[in-house]
């Protein structure tokens, strides 16, 4: 098992390992062992929370909640936009600490440390503009105030995948709105969490506001939380089928809810479309953070006139990457995030195999050790194959084509996902069109990222509901409260 190098040890040493609550740092007995996913040896232990430190942390977050409603909304909003900075300025430590626990590359890294921040830039500037409403009933004998008010104390859950900008997108907008947090971070990455909620109490953010929580009791000590009625608002990053769970566990107290789940992105590419441009943006569709995104483009769709020319292409780009550790020089593409995830990679590209796919490049893991598959391309896919029905989390792409307009807008529909869709077309109409019929939160056209602070981020159907991000994030935060007042 290969060791961390000095640097590497000095950034994962400086984490804070113990359960954050109430300002202050809590060991336990039982520890959480941080695997680094390329050399699977053991880099850190943190804390590993019982369901009674998880009612400490949220009586800490509600002792917290009034003080922290009536604080200015500036001061709220510069406590963010310090914590943008100090990020900003150690944006390679930070990064490295996300490679070395999640294994992605550290480009990769570094580029969801700048997204990951940027929430905290945009929602310092949403803080001082929450704003009511007046206005004159109808009759004109009442007048109608209307005022928006924090939810109240708050459970994050986020996933390993992106174990940074997960909780930026729901901490970001509940410090602005007024509103104390409890915070779980997936088990796998906890240690960029842990950094994060030091460095916020650096920006001046008051004990109790943010309270954080590592565990593997993961059911035992997040389900109390949401039924307990002190909390007033759950929000999910994470597969559907959690997220459905948490959902009947929250109609007990009929909390606010928001859902950031799963996802299987179409790519559709039509035959009027810049071939090489969409190449260009299949390949951040697919292999931004090495495959393992919710908006990760999981099945393209072609035109049969240029499926060819675009799947020929992108194979030749997808077999040129680089696979390695993801803190090395040079390395496009890190492991997998673990076992589990590299099994069922590899599980479903041998499905669309044994159903006659074709491979053009790819098709097997790198290296006995570490959690690496090769870039890998599927032609020919079957459409029962269930690479095209189930969320892969990994560098496939498998391609199929299409004929008419109607055939890829149905094909795009066919699932029960409805996160992001790509489209590659340079003809306004067409574009519009097919926009406005796919069963989507978002579509990305001509281009293979969405992902923007300032854009509400968000699915439907099983994708989940509720938006991170953009003017509608803030939202998710606060209450309406309309007083009629009589003349
Ligand atoms: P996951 O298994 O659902 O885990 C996500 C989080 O939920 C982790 O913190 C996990 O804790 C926790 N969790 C697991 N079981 C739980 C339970 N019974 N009760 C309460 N919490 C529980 O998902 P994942 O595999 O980590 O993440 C990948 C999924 O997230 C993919 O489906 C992806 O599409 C989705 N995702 C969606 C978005 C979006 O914005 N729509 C963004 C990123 C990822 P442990 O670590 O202890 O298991």
Redesign the pocket.
């Known amino acids: 098992m290969a060791a961390l190098t000095g640097h590497e040890a000095e950034v994962v040493d400086a984490v804070p390992t113990g359960l954050l609550i109430g300002g202050s740092w809590r060991s336990t007995d039982a520890t959480i062992d941080v695997e680094d996913p390329s050399t699977e040896a053991v880099i850190a232990t943190v804390a590993d929370a019982t369901a009674a430190d998880g009612d400490a942390a949220l009586a800490a977050a509600v002792a917290a909640q009034g003080d922290w409603a009536a604080t200015g909304p500036r001061e709220r909003g510069e406590i963010l936009r310090r914590a943008w900075e100090l990020i900003t300025a150690q944006a390679d430590d930070l990064a490295l600490l996300m490679t070395l626990e999640n294994g992605k590359a550290l480009k990769d890294a570094r580029a969801e440390v700048t997204y990951g921040a940027e929430f905290f830039r945009w929602f310092s500037e949403e803080a001082v503009r929450i704003s009511g409403r007046w206005s004159v009933a109808p009759a004109g004998d009442t007048r109608l105030l209307t005022m928006r008010q924090p939810v109240g104390p708050c459970l994050f ?6 174990p940074l900008a ?1 909780g930026t997108r729901k901490i970001g907008p509940a410090i602005a709105a007024g509103c104390t947090m409890v915070v ?5 990455t906890p240690l960029t969490m842990l950094r994060l909620a030091e460095i916020l109490a650096e920006a001046g953010l008051p004990d109790g506001v943010l309270n954080v929580i590592t ?2 009791s ?2 035992e000590v ?2 109390p939380l949401i039924r307990d009625s002190r909390l007033r608002k759950l929000s ?7 997220g459905r ?2 959902v009947e566990q929250s109609a007990e107290q009929l909390l606010r809810v928001s859902m ?4 299987n992105a179409p790519f559709v590419v039509f035959a009027d479309a810049d071939v090489e441009a969409a190449v260009d943006g299949a390949m951040i569709a697919k292999m931004r953070n090495g495959g393992e ?2 908006t990760a483009a999981n099945r393209f769709l072609v035109h049969e006139s240029i499926a060819e020319a675009f799947t020929a292409a992108l194979s030749e780009r997808m077999g040129a990457l680089t696979v390695g550790r993801g803190s090395e020089d040079g390395v496009d593409v890190g492991p997998l995030v673990d076992r589990p995830t590299l099994d069922k990679v590899s599980e479903l590209v041998g499905d669309a195999t044994d159903r006659g796919a074709a491979v053009r490049t790819g098709g097997r893991r790198v290296g006995e050790q570490g959690y690496f598959y090769a870039p890998t391309v599927l032609a020919e896919v079957p459409v029962d194959a269930r690479i095209l029905q189930e ?1 892969v ?1 990994g560098p496939v792409a498998p391609v199929t084509t299409f004929s008419t307009d109607d055939e890829a807008v149905a094909a795009a529909n066919d699932t029960p996902f409805g ?1 992001v869709a790509y489209v590659y077309t340079n003809d306004l109409g067409r574009a519009v069109s097919v926009c406005e019929r796919l069963e989507t939160g978002m579509v990305g056209l001509n281009q293979g990222i969405v992902s923007n602070p300032a854009a509400p ?1 968000g ?1 439907v159907k099983h ?2 509901f509720g938006r991170e991000g953009g003017p509608e994030g803030i939202d998710e935060y606060l209450e309406t409260k309309y007083i009629g007042i009589k003349l």
């Open positions: 859950i986020t996933p390993w995948n992106f997960m779980k971070p997936a088990r796998s565990t593997t993961t059911g997040v389900e999910f990053t994470g597969s559907t089928e959690v769970s948490l950031e789940l799963g996802g995104a919710c969320e989390f996160l981020f699915g994708s989940g």
